[in-house]
């Protein structure tokens, strides 16, 4: 099957060695990702906010892996508060409402820099 290697120009792609997503075959892994515009953190305390900037610009992601939102079968959610689970439900169900995707919300120490509240994996698996 063929290697298809998503990168969105991150400079942490090469220092990391790692890609935005990864498709081979029908199944599209993509990295955790945190909500950044521009090099910006997304309003570092509104958790609502940082979900759904990472969930609109995924959608963006598997549209250039040839998929879409409907396509995803997993999220994985890493969280600095789970308290506030309620906010991210929130924006998750905006986008998976109908889909439906198996999740988990985890409760983590940290994540890479304090301003990110929320950090979120993909797994998405094309109709054959």
Request: aromatic residues 8%.
């Amino acid at each position: 099957m063929k290697r298809q290697n998503i990168l969105s120009g991150s400079p942490w792609e090469d220092k990391m060695g790692y890609c935005r997503a990864v498709r081979i075959g029908n199944i599209i892994e993509v990295s955790g990702t945190v909500a950044i515009v521009d090099g910006e953190t997304v309003k570092k305390d509104d958790i609502y906010a940082q979900t759904h900037n990472i969930l609109t610009r995924i959608a963006d992601v598997l549209a250039n892996a040839g998929a879409s939102m409907s396509d995803v079968v997993r999220t994985r959610m890493f969280t600095t508060d789970v308290s506030r689970w309620e906010e991210i439900a929130k924006a998750h169900g905006a986008f998976f409402g109908d889909i439906k995707p198996t999740t988990g919300i985890y409760q983590v120490s940290a994540l890479i820099a304090p301003e990110y509240l929320i950090e979120i994996e993909f797994t998405a698996v094309l109709s054959e």
